[in-house]
């Protein structure tokens, strides 16, 4: 039996990982929708009522058992201490061997009757609209995100305490149990030790009943917390808390000694945050004191001249500039009411489609503008399009796609360029990405700060504002590499952003499209 529990301790990792990686169509994004994440809520609703009614049926049985138990014991009790003189009597004998004889086998058909056949079909049939293991990984990879890139401690996020704010919520010790064989998964030994230790705190003796019957037993977390401290050279202590455990005690020596002699290797990599990243991301980030402006805006278009724009130079080399209350709130709703119905699962470009990454940018997203959209839709992209002539003073095809993304919590975008330095679909007839034009149509306050990591520049997700920079230099067409940029994790609500970015080959006749520089043939 604990060959067999210390298997399938050994095989959950494996199991995991596999399951991680399939790609089933339909799949619910639970982790960024709200209407997904309302429906899972609704759903558990449901399913506890349904508990609760087959609980019900039970304890209505098991009434009916006791019932009938106390019922045919009352002729025991009456001939205890007297049963030849009891089983004289004739009026005794016969209802004993009726009740032998027929009785019994009643009983045994009740018994066998199934109980809440309703509510266990119900559950069957529910199971197919849950969260599977992948979406449970997903959330626990955004508690590691979050965690790590505001410098939170487990303990800290636990009770709901994330970079200085509170929120009214706890993880439970299920939870907790969770985000530990992650961190252990990928061998944060230290940090798995904590979250086990706040796990075996919040497991209450009295239910752990409930603990076995929901995946976590003691001897399940003594066994990871056994491991962890293996890996990190604490064998005495490891050797405490098996022999701690009944269940383990016996095969103490025997556990550290397969601990011990096949050392756990990680499966996968945790994300990757720069530690410049994680800094600008956090709320104690302060900016340096600059001398750039801010003033309106008026030379890129001869409308701006009647409507300047208020601008907020944020850098001139690499140039990047703010561009404030620029869509009012109706071209927003209408913006993300477009975009919602079509949201998937966002893939980082990659010419080998078979080879796009998810893993680089945890949101979902669609392009605009779609196949048979409505005339005031399309009128919209027009008006927008227009806009950005009007704040860039380059040229922007007709129609130039705009690509709407939805960060939920935990959700980033890791640090990248918008540039690709090469021939590929997307800049083959067009050019490189030349410039970027991003929309905020939301407020983020918690997270989903625009970063630059490279000049320490942080650009918080205010709703109305337009982020623009280069990724080519103006005059030379170099690359730009100090626009390096990423987008912090939300950790409370969501962030919506617009992308749309102007290609080279369409400023020809505006501009040269190479200048001597340093870009090399």
């Known amino acids: 039996m604990l060959l067999d529990k210390l298997h399938i301790f050994l095989l959950w990792l494996m199991f995991w990982k596999a399951e991680g990686t399939l790609n089933w169509e339909g799949r619910k994004e639970f982790l960024v929708t709200e209407s997904a994440k309302m429906d899972l809520m609704q759903l558990d609703g449901e399913l506890i009522d349904s508990l609760m009614n087959y609980a019900e049926k039970i304890e209505q049985k098991v009434s009916r058992l006791k019932r009938l138990a106390q019922e045919l014991r009352q002729p025991l009790e009456a001939a205890k201490g ?3 003189e009891y089983l004289g ?6 209802p004993l061997i009726r009740h032998m004889y027929q009785d019994w086998r009643y009983l045994e058909e009740f018994m066998q009757k199934p109980v809440g056949e309703e509510e266990i079909d119900f559950l069957r049939r529910k199971l197919l609209e849950l969260p599977w293991q992948a979406d449970t990984e997903e959330a626990a990879v955004s508690i590691f995100r979050v965690a790590e890139t505001y410098g939170m401690m487990p303990w800290e996020m636990a009770n709901g305490l994330i970079d200085n704010v509170r929120f009214n919520s706890t993880m439970s010790a299920l939870d907790c149990f969770e985000v530990a064989k992650l961190y252990f998964k990928w061998g944060y030994f230290k940090q798995a030790l904590q979250w086990i230790s706040i796990s075996k705190t ?3 003796e009295e239910y752990s009943g409930v603990y076995e019957v929901l995946g976590m037993t003691g001897q399940d977390v003594a066994l990871l917390q056994a491991r962890c401290l293996v890996e990190l050279d604490l064998i005495d202590v490891a050797r405490e808390v098996l022999l701690k455990q009944p269940d383990l005690a016996e095969n103490a020596t025997n556990l550290l000694y397969l601990f011990v002699a096949n050392p756990f290797e990680a499966v996968d990599s945790p994300p990757k945050l720069g530690e410049d990243y994680k800094r600008l991301c956090r709320s104690s980030f302060s900016p340096r004191p600059s001398k750039l402006l801010c003033r309106y805006h008026s030379t890129t278009s001869l409308f701006l001249v009647l ?8 850098s001139l080399e690499p140039y990047i500039v703010v561009y404030h209350d620029i869509l009012p709130d109706k071209d927003m709703q209408q913006l993300i009411a477009l975009a919602e119905p079509h949201l998937r699962p966002t893939e980082v470009f990659e010419e080998d489609k078979s080879e796009a990454r998810t893993s680089d940018r945890s949101a979902i997203g669609t392009f605009l503008p779609l196949k048979d959209m409505k005339p005031s839709g ?3 992209l027009d008006r927008l399009t227009q806009r950005m002539r009007d704040i860039t003073g380059l040229q922007i095809r ?3 796609p705009f690509n709407i993304i939805k960060y939920g919590f935990g959700a980033h975008y890791a640090t990248h360029f918008n540039f690709f330095k090469e021939t590929n679909s997307e800049t083959e007839g067009h050019g490189d990405r030349m410039a970027t034009v991003l929309f905020y149509l939301n407020d983020a306050p918690n997270g989903g700060a625009t970063v630059f990591p490279r000049i320490d520049v942080k650009v918080p997700a205010e709703r109305g504002k337009v982020l ?3 990724n080519l230099n103006g005059e030379t067409h170099d690359v730009e590499p100090n626009t390096l940029h990423a987008a912090c994790p939300v950790f409370h609500g969501s962030k919506w952003v617009m992308a749309a970015w102007i290609h080279e080959y369409d400023q ?13 043939p």
């Open 82 to 84: 007297r049963e030849e």
């Open 307 to 314: 409507a300047p724009l208020k601008m907020e130079e944020i």
């Open 468 to 470: 623009f920079w280069h």
């Open 202 to 204: 919040r497991m209450k």
């Open 89 to 94: 009597n004739p009026l005794h004998s016969f």
């Open 378 to 380: 399309k009128s919209l």
């Open 508 to 520: 020809m006749f505006i501009q040269p499209m190479y200048r001597e520089g340093k870009m090399k």
């Open 398 to 400: 007709h129609e130039s």
